[in-house]
């Protein structure tokens, strides 16, 4: 994979800290502020490329405080598909996308399923040229439509239950709960807090891994933000 890596610095390493693993390759601005990653199937000599790319931003005042919470209780952040696509970066909201749908990009590597030899720089330049198109395109359709929290909070209320959930890095309903807190203090934060610990302990009992320690991360974010209100830093 040293061919893949030197191409991949040369065409983001200006802009990205790049991470490249067998299963995929994740971006992550050098800031932090958002995430690139699209996946690969490994084989003795060759890769190919996944059909999605995903595009995640990050809002701080978010994870700094959910991820001692997250820590604290080691609660997954990745769902099954991120992991079979090697993400490595945790962002609050994501959007995968198929990559033959973004306008202008070639995808044909894809659709034929092509192997790139990893030690073709030609090919794999040409790969990683149209991963660049697509980046491009989502900073633009995804990235930059939610450069605000408040964007965010504005834009679920016409979502459905389905499209909230693919919004949302895992575990969605949590960081929906602490966007609640900052975007809509007012709100009805008791009765939203209430309802996600009562669903978290229902789910539990069908997924015990999966949900095992959610509802009391909920429960301890609750005690958090409620303390917060009280010593006026809210």
């Known amino acids: 994979m040293e061919v893949l890596k030197k191409v991949a ?8 800290k790049c991470k490249i693993y067998k299963t995929g390759i994740t971006l992550a601005a050098k800031d932090n502020s958002k995430g690139f990653s699209f996946g ?26 959910l991820q001692p919470l997250a820590k604290k209780y080691k609660i997954p952040q990745f769902d099954f598909d991120e992991g079979v696509y090697g993400v490595s970066f945790i962002g609050t909201i994501r959007k995968a996308m198929p990559i033959q749908e973004i306008p202008g990009v070639d995808a044909s590597f894809i659709t034929t399923y092509t192997h790139i030899d990893t030690d073709n720089e030609a090919q794999i330049r ?51 709960l602490i966007i609640e807190y900052l975007c809509n203090p007012s709100g009805n934060l008791e009765s939203l807090f209430g309802v996600t ?38």
Request: proline share 4%.
């Open 9 to 16: 610095e040369e065409l983001f390493g200006n802009e990205f």
């Open 197 to 234: 610990i009562n669903d978290y302990r229902e789910v539990e009992k069908e997924f015990p891994e999966m949900f095992k320690n959610h509802d009391k991360v909920t429960i301890e974010l609750q005690q958090y933000l409620k303390s917060q209100e009280f010593n006026g830093l809210k």
């Open 40 to 65: 690969l199937m490994s084989y003795p000599g060759s890769f190919r490329v996944r059909e999605n790319v995903y595009a995640m931003k990050r809002f701080e005042e978010v994870e700094a405080i």
């Open 126 to 176: 040409q790969v990683l040229t149209e991963f660049k198109k697509s980046i491009v395109y989502l900073d633009g359709e995804f990235i930059n439509r939610y450069k605000t929290l408040q964007q965010v909070y504005d834009s679920l209320g016409a979502m459905t239950p389905k499209e909230r959930g693919e919004l949302f890095t895992n575990p969605g309903p949590i960081r929906e």
